[in-house]
């Protein structure tokens, strides 16, 4: 017991000591602040909240798809293109007409492109009605100045994660992360078998098709192109229908043992869902890119039926702001505050990174089943992604300022 208390009192003039020594260090501080670490301006290179980027070259891929060249705007913060993993995206900011924007878009050029050649290469399919997809192909020419997040997601392949043997699943634009994979394979000599299915609608819409062709002449076998149209014409002779559970065996020679990454517009999500159910593909072997926001929530399993297309009010709060908004259930709840011109963060618009996570502080929801990444405990304090969230009725929601 002696023991004890004289070790409680040496501890109490040990704390009491404390604050006047912390003082006396804090006095003798130099006025300037210490530079950053290396450390620090590595990692700020590498993960940027922002980059300023110009566009340096526009090509036509097909009559509806375009690739953009990017590289670092002279004279502004962004020196380099920050590094990335084959199969990740930037996220576009812009302003058009009254509102604020944001799209992820998978980068197509290889990360060796950015680390030695300083671009990174976007491919846009050109949507009808589109918003920022029209704005882009009306404005955007050499010259012209893009605001983009880091490089961003979890669409890469993982050597200790994945399987030597990948199945690859396009679909359309869907194509894009993977030009990037297979370029990367390459360059960087990975001891891989890359699959790649590619579904179209028609053969006048197959995007890169002679740079994957060059990509398998040039792997010595470890990468396989084929495609399947479901809609050809009379130049068409090759595989017809849609990616079913029966196609991906047949082209891609079985599915045991390889791990499967997906990518393409969300009713081909929806369809393969029971195809790879069927094939009995471990979830732990099934790679899918975010797919942006659904064009018809009301198709959603579990949406209120009738819900839909109703207009409502949202209650933002941001820092000092607060403000009320037209909204609509049949939109979700950033896109009402893009269009009243509120810059919310936002980057993968697929519910799955959290950067646009905000604080439901009343009203009803309904939250994406599929795009619901958010953690357990943000569902039980009422936290919600807006990106992936649509309202029922009038909601008030309290979001971050982003930066």
């Known amino acids: 017991m002696k023991f004890r208390v ?46 300023y980027l110009r566009v340096t070259a526009v090509r036509d891929e097909t009559p509806s798809t375009r690739t953009f060249r990017l590289e670092p705007e002279p004279g502004s913060p962004t020196k380099a293109p920050a590094y990335f993993r084959a199969g990740q995206y930037l996220s576009v900011k812009a302003r058009v007409g009254d509102s604020s924007v944001s799209r992820p878009y998978s980068i197509a050029s290889s990360p060796s492109d950015a680390l030695r050649e300083n671009f990174y290469e976007i491919t846009i399919r050109r949507k009808e009605p ?15 100045t893009v605001k983009a997040s880091g490089p961003e997601g979890f669409f890469y392949i993982d050597t200790i994660r994945d399987s030597r043997e990948i199945i690859a699943l396009a679909g359309g634009c869907g194509i894009t992360p993977f030009r990037s994979m297979m370029r990367d394979l390459l360059e960087r ?11 179209i609608t028609s053969p006048a819409e197959i995007i890169y098709r002679d740079e994957l062709a060059r990509l398998e002449r040039d792997s010595s076998g470890r990468i396989a192109v ?5 809609d050809p014409d009379a130049s068409w002779s090759g595989e017809t229908g849609f990616l ?19 990518c393409g517009p969300p009713a081909m999500y929806r369809f393969l869902e029971g195809e790879l159910q069927g094939l009995r593909v471990p979830h732990r072997r099934i790679r899918k890119e975010a797919c942006g926001e659904s064009a018809d929530v009301a ?18 709060q941001m820092g000092p702001l607060r403000r ?5 259930t049949g939109e979700t709840l950033l896109v009402a505050m893009e269009r009243a011109g509120i810059e919310a963060p936002s980057r993968c618009r697929s519910g799955e990174c959290g950067f646009c996570r905000s604080l439901l502080v009343r009203g009803d929801v309904f939250v994406v089943p599929d795009s619901d990444g958010r953690r357990a405990a943000d569902r039980d304090y009422g936290f919600v992604h807006p990106c992936a969230t649509y309202p029922l009725g009038d909601v008030e929601l309290r979001v971050p300022r982003e930066g």
């Open 6 to 51: 004289k070790g409680n009192i040496r501890d109490m003039i040990a704390f009491l000591r404390l604050l006047p020594r912390r003082k006396k260090i804090l006095a003798s501080a130099p006025a300037v602040p210490a530079a950053p670490g290396r450390v620090n301006l590595l990692a700020e290179s590498l993960h940027p909240q922002v980059q």
């Open 130 to 144: 589109g918003f920022l997809t029209t704005h882009i192909w009306e404005n955007w020419k050499q010259g012209t």
């Open 189 to 199: 000599d990975f001891v891989t078998r890359f699959t790649l299915l590619y579904g």
């Open 226 to 230: 084929r495609y399947i149209c479901s």
């Open 244 to 262: 079913s559970a029966a196609a991906i065996t047949r082209l891609a020679g079985g599915v045991t043992g390889k791990s499967i990454f997906v």
């Open 299 to 316: 198709a959603i399993p579990g949406y209120p039926q009738g819900a839909e297309g109703k207009p409502c009010r949202l209650t933002v």
């Open 324 to 328: 009320e908004i037209p909204a609509n």
